[in-house]
């Protein structure tokens, strides 16, 4: 089982950067993949970033692909979601998951992840 705690949301204005940051307790971090998924007020949870294991495979939601860039540390136990160019429609609670799965298959599906932070406010104003 693992804990995850998302930090680094805010305010910012349309075209500014904002760095997510998602911390795991437990040290077995480098066993889950890890995701990141993003609600809008009113709209269901939508699939944004996703990282392997190891870091060397990641998969984007096309809204986002070349703005976004998710990472890894897993000396330190943590997930980065780097947000450049953002727009009003960025705008969401952001959400971390790790999913503990044995496979190699990166899901963009919410239900693949059992284990949920309990997100971070990002309000991009234009």
């Known amino acids: 089982q693992v804990q995850l705690v998302e930090s680094g949301g805010g305010l910012v204005q349309a075209g500014d950067s904002l760095r997510l940051s998602c911390a795991a307790s437990g040290r077995t971090f480098s066993r889950y993949k890890m995701g990141w998924f993003r609600q809008a007020p009113g709209k269901e949870r939508e699939f944004v970033a996703i990282i392997d294991r190891s870091g060397g495979s990641t998969d984007y939601a096309d809204s986002v692909k070349d703005r976004f860039t998710i990472s890894r540390d897993n000396a330190k136990n943590t997930v980065y979601l780097q947000m450049n160019s953002l727009k009003p429609e960025d705008t969401a609670v952001y959400y971390c998951?790790?999913?503990?799965?044995?496979?190699?298959?990166?899901?963009?599906?919410?239900?693949?992840?059992?284990?949920w932070g309990q997100g971070t406010q990002v309000t991009v104003s234009s």
């Open positions: 998951a790790a999913d503990g799965s044995s496979t190699y298959y990166l899901s963009r599906r919410s239900m693949a992840y059992p284990y």
